[in-house]
């Protein structure tokens, strides 16, 4: 959802603001043409009479409101949905920021390279970070979670982030 | 910068949000007219008539030039407002601001302007000298802080380059430029791998 909440947003505000340029144009011309007494412009000759005998229950009429529905949830979902922030602010420093995936990168690199980690995962929230560490031996590999911390905490220091640090170690023979 | 990125897409969630609103209470009002929930919501909006019936042609005709006037309004405003939505979705543009300097009591008429596009290319040399910066990219723009983004190696805490990298090329920067009011900084870091290290 980290990649795809972006482009969605994106490209849906793109459609929708090509449709709302659309929608716009079409009833300023329609209107002026209908205020000149001139034929529709753009719409059917004949839609006046279309749409003086649609009924509510018509199924095109139906079709047409649930896609409006459909694509106002769509929106509003995107638009609501909670989006990791493209920068981490740093504590004590105005104006400084540290970029969220470039933070992730470098945490995943040094914990990949710690002994009996063969994998990490960071995801960093507004106030949280959460690491998931991937190990391939069958037991928890021991000292593993306090030497993920200890980097963790060196490293959140250095940077002066106001992080929260939630760790899970995953292995072969369970999960801890 | 990921901030200006950022500024974009916050306000196209807002317009996303707004318009999503909207069509959703339009279709879900209207399907339950269609779909027989309610009977009618009001005079022009009756299950049991036609979409265009009676009651709302009335309600048309009876103000006709206040309808036509309102329904362009309506059309332009939606116009604009895709107008500037669509333009927002455009990356944004890298545009340096010149930079007029204080006459400092020099009886000589006329003003001096640094080019923005100068002052930006000293600071990112002067910056990418030091070791801990791979790369500087620097925005002078109108009325508001200069805008630095860095690609910073990773294993450097972030005070010592402020304090020893970065202010001190900055103060430079404004001393020989002579730059003043000294504007402030926006600074984004982005942490990198340092050079010959092994990523695997």
Redesign the interface.
């Known amino acids: 959802m980290r990649l795809i909440i972006?482009v969605l947003?994106?490209v849906?505000?793109?459609l929708?603001?090509?449709?709302?340029?659309?929608?716009?144009?079409?009833?300023?011309v329609e209107?002026?043409a209908?205020?000149l007494d001139a034929d529709p412009v753009l719409l059917p000759s004949d839609y006046?009479d279309r749409?003086?005998?649609?009924?509510?229950?018509d199924r095109s009429?139906?079709t047409a409101?649930?896609?409006?529905?459909?694509?106002?949830?769509?929106?509003?979902?995107?638009?609501?949905w909670r989006?990791a922030?493209?920068?981490i602010p740093?504590e004590g420093?105005s104006?400084?920021?540290?970029?969220r995936r470039?933070?992730e990168?470098?945490l995943s690199?040094?914990l990949t390279g710690l002994d009996g980690v063969s994998g990490a995962r960071v995801r960093a929230g507004r106030r949280r970070l959460r690491v998931r560490i991937d190990s391939r031996r069958r037991v928890a590999p021991e000292g593993a979670h306090e030497a993920v911390r200890e980097v963790l905490d060196r490293e959140l220091a250095?940077?002066?982030l106001d992080l929260r640090p939630s760790v899970r170690l995953r292995y072969r023979g369970g999960e801890l | 910068m990921?901030?200006l990125?950022?500024r974009q897409?916050r306000s196209?969630?807002?317009?996303?949000?707004?318009?999503?609103?909207?069509?959703?209470?339009?279709?879900?009002a209207?399907?339950t007219?269609?779909?027989?929930a309610v009977d009618r919501l009001a005079d022009p909006l009756d299950?049991d008539t036609?979409?265009?019936n009676d009651a709302g042609r009335s309600l048309v005709e009876n103000h006709q030039l206040a309808w036509?006037l309102g329904?362009?309004g309506?059309?332009?405003?939606?116009?604009?407002?895709?107008?500037s939505?669509?333009a927002?979705?455009i990356p944004p543009i890298r545009h340096h601001q010149d930079l007029e300097l204080p006459k400092g009591g020099s009886s000589v008429a006329g003003t001096s302007t640094l080019a923005g596009g100068a002052a930006a290319d000293a600071f990112e040399e002067d910056l990418e000298r030091s070791r801990w910066i791979e790369r500087a990219r620097v925005e002078f723009r109108k009325d508001g802080?200069v805008r630095v983004r860095l690609d910073v190696v990773?294993d450097?805490?972030?005070?010592e380059l402020?304090d020893e990298v970065v202010a001190p090329a900055f103060d430079r920067l404004v001393r020989v430029g002579g730059i003043d009011p000294r504007p402030?900084?926006?600074?984004?870091?982005?942490?990198?791998?340092p050079p010959g290290r092994s990523?695997a």
């Not at chain 1, 929708?16 to 300023?28: R, T």
């Open positions: 972006p947003t994106r849906l505000s793109a929708a603001s090509l449709a709302l340029i659309g929608v716009g144009s079409l009833l300023v209107v002026v209908a205020a006046a749409v003086a005998g649609l009924a509510w229950d009429m139906v409101l649930a896609a409006t529905a459909g694509v106002g949830v769509v929106a509003l979902l995107v638009g609501m989006r922030p493209l920068t740093v420093r104006g400084v920021a540290i970029e470039g933070l990168g470098s690199r040094r250095d940077q002066r | 990921k901030r990125r950022s897409l196209s969630r807002v317009m996303l949000t707004v318009l999503g609103l909207m069509l959703t209470a339009v279709g879900a209207g399907l007219l269609s779909l027989d299950a036609p979409v265009w036509q329904a362009v309506v059309g332009l405003l939606l116009v604009v407002i895709g107008l939505w669509l927002r979705q802080p990773e450097h805490p972030v005070d402020l402030d900084l926006a600074i984004d870091l982005r942490l990198v791998t990523v």
